[in-house]
């Protein structure tokens, strides 16, 4: 079939390749004009024949709605939207309400699989009325994994539900991801162990931690030795914000996957304000020494403070760290705004209308 993408950039460009390797011919506009095929929204709609399909797979907030927006206006009754991209499911809703008196579908994809969908397939969450997401199964067969459907694709239910399904998949993702991280650092803690590569490696067949991700860890392990030179510095997604805050609303405990976010907060603080505040108090009601940033001198020698395989936090006599005092409020800023979205509505300060999404951080 003929299929409209928006969106090219390192998701949405390897998709369309993938859709045409299945035989599918695919129409692309990206605002970087070396990746697309026409020159407007208008044209990849012209483009296409009755009863027409356009995937969406750009940023999400006002990128998304403004585009679905435009196709509002240029599509026809009986055509289908598909959203792709990271939105909030609470969104989708929003954007049906923009097609549906128009007679135009709309389904909710999230997609998973990264830079490695090409080869090996997305893992696809799709939310829709079922005639709708029937009329784009040829595409979602296409871009799946190999092997049965129900192992690769669901229709996981109403308007929504693909990008909830989604949030909850990252938010695993990431619980996942720091269990592995946490059994890394205390293999490297222990002087015994001599092959903390090898113990992941070992893993990787025949036990129950074995896993895709454990499988990139062995890989990024052989290709960055230790992780050597490696920032903790850690970005996060919209969705694992998500995922926590739809788990308070609901009343669902989730301790692991809050754990992890919280982590990668952590992870950005040359020095926690909140431990500090701790250390003071421990001094308050215990008598126990303090350490100031000049001062190693109170630290207990017979304790061990950080492993062997840590880099512990340098500070010269004097030196100030981020926080310190109000001048740096524009270095607070400034490292808020490279996290990504923190109000966890999916809005963002991106001009309107589709990109590559090349600075797209969520993980997938």
């Known amino acids: 079939m003929k299929i409209g ?45 009755p009863p027409r399909v356009v995937w969406v797979m750009v940023p999400h907030g006002k990128p998304t709605r403004s585009t679905v927006e435009e196709l509002g206006d240029l599509m026809d009754e009986g055509d289908l939207v598909i959203e792709g991209g990271n939105s909030h499911f609470s969104e989708d809703a929003e954007l049906d309400a923009i097609l549906e008196p128009k007679g135009i579908g709309y389904v909710d994809c999230g997609v998973s699989g990264g830079i490695w969908g090409l080869e090996n397939g997305y893992g696809l969450m799709c939310g829709g009325r079922p005639e709708h997401v029937e009329m784009a199964m040829p595409v979602f067969d296409a871009l799946r994994p ?30 996942l991801m720091h269990a592995y991280a946490e059994g890394f650092e205390l293999l490297t803690a222990k002087d015994i162990v001599k092959d903390v590569k090898g113990c992941f490696q070992a893993w990787t067949r025949g036990t129950v931690v074995r896993s895709w991700l454990l499988d990139l860890l062995v890989k990024a392990l052989d290709e960055t030795p230790g992780l050597e030179g490696i920032s903790e510095y850690t970005t996060d ?31 950005r603080q040359e020095n926690s304000p909140a431990m500090q505040a701790v250390a003071a108090l421990r001094g308050q009601f215990g008598g126990h020494a303090v350490q100031m940033l000049d001062d190693a001198s109170s630290k207990d020698e017979d304790q061990v403070e950080v492993h062997h395989g840590a880099e512990p936090k340098h500070d010269e006599p004097g030196e100030r760290r981020v926080g310190d005092d109000e001048a740096d409020g524009a270095q607070q800023e400034a490292a808020a705004a490279e996290a990504g979205p923190s109000s966890g509505t999916g809005a963002t300060e991106s001009p309107a209308g589709p990109t590559s999404g090349s600075g797209d951080t969520d993980d997938r």
């Open 5 to 49: 993408m928006i969106g090219l950039g390192k998701m949405g460009g390897n998709m369309k390749e993938r859709l045409a390797r299945a035989g599918h011919e695919v129409v692309g506009f990206d605002l970087d004009e070396d990746l697309r095929d026409v020159d407007s929204v208008q044209a990849l709609v012209e483009a296409l024949e």
């Open 146 to 175: 190999e092997g049965p459907r129900e192992e690769g694709f669901v229709h996981a239910g109403d308007v929504g539900a693909g990008h909830y399904a989604k949030m909850v998949h990252n938010g695993i993702e990431y619980g």
């Open 237 to 267: 997604s919209g969705e694992g914000r998500w995922t926590v805050e739809e788990a308070i609303e609901m009343a669902v405990p989730m301790p692991v996957i809050s754990a992890a976010l919280f982590a990668r907060f952590a992870s």
